[in-house]
């Protein structure tokens, strides 16, 4: 079975529905005498390899085939995440747990290294077609993180914002933090440097988190 790419707090991506058989992509796979090459892949070619895909027809880079498809709480969109003109696939569950965030590149499928938090978070794509996962639940905090997936498959945090209640001043006041570019660990390297005052804080939850809305999902229904 496929394998789950996790970092380092916990959890987390899903993609759009053709209706057509089988034979019908098969014949259309059936046609290239050379896959087509990183390069020159067009997002029609990138998609058919998505549908086999999640019909289990088609191996990832791996070698692992889907393993969820039928469930009725998964759903799909085929989208341009990065702009490169090929679609990512995009798989979610529950109508908003994005868990796989997958590139067509080198002729494989290839899945994108993306930041879960887990069942104390959401996830979802903002309207600047970034990666979002917030950790809203955790009775100790409240983080947002933001990825951008490259045209290689690579997923970068390319800023966190939270705010910190398990340090305490005296007033009991909680602490507000802005981190660019951050590392893997970065809870753990917060320092006063990373500051910001609790408009600040407000106004990235308001920048950064407004959900693109004309992503398609749909569920399978072969």
């Known amino acids: 079975m496929k394998k789950y790419i996790t970092l380092s707090l916990m959890v987390f991506a899903s993609a759009i529905v053709a209706k057509a058989s089988a034979n019908t992509y098969a014949s259309i796979l059936g046609a290239y ?31 692992d085939k889907f393993w969820s498809i039928g469930d009725p709480k998964t759903e799909y969109a085929i989208y341009d995440l ?3 003109g090929v679609n990512e696939l995009l798989i979610r569950s529950l109508g908003h747990w994005i868990f796989d965030i997958i590139e067509y590149r080198e002729d494989k499928i290839q899945y ?7 069942s104390s978070g959401v996830t979802f794509i903002n309207d600047k077609n970034q990666f979002v996962i917030g950790d809203i639940y ?17 997923s970068h945090i390319v800023l966190t914002f939270m705010k910190h209640f398990e340090k305490y001043d005296e007033s ?3 602490e ?21 005052t609790e408009a600040e804080y407000n106004a990235l939850v308001d920048e950064y988190t407004k959900e693109n809305t004309s992503i398609k999902w749909i569920r399978p229904g072969w």
């Open 138 to 154: 955790h009775s100790g905090r409240k983080i947002y993180s933001i990825s951008e997936i490259n045209d290689q498959g690579e």
């Open 172 to 174: 009991k006041m909680p």
């Open 33 to 63: 005498n050379n896959e087509p090459s990183s390069v020159d892949i067009t997002k029609e070619d990138a998609d058919i390899h998505y549908i086999e895909f999640l019909k289990g027809n088609e191996s990832d880079v791996n070698g």
């Open 176 to 196: 507000f933090y802005k981190v660019l570019n951050p590392s893997n660990d970065y809870l753990e390297n917060i320092n006063e440097a990373c500051s910001i």
């Open 82 to 84: 990065n702009g490169d």
């Open 112 to 118: 994108a290294n993306a930041e879960n938090f887990g």
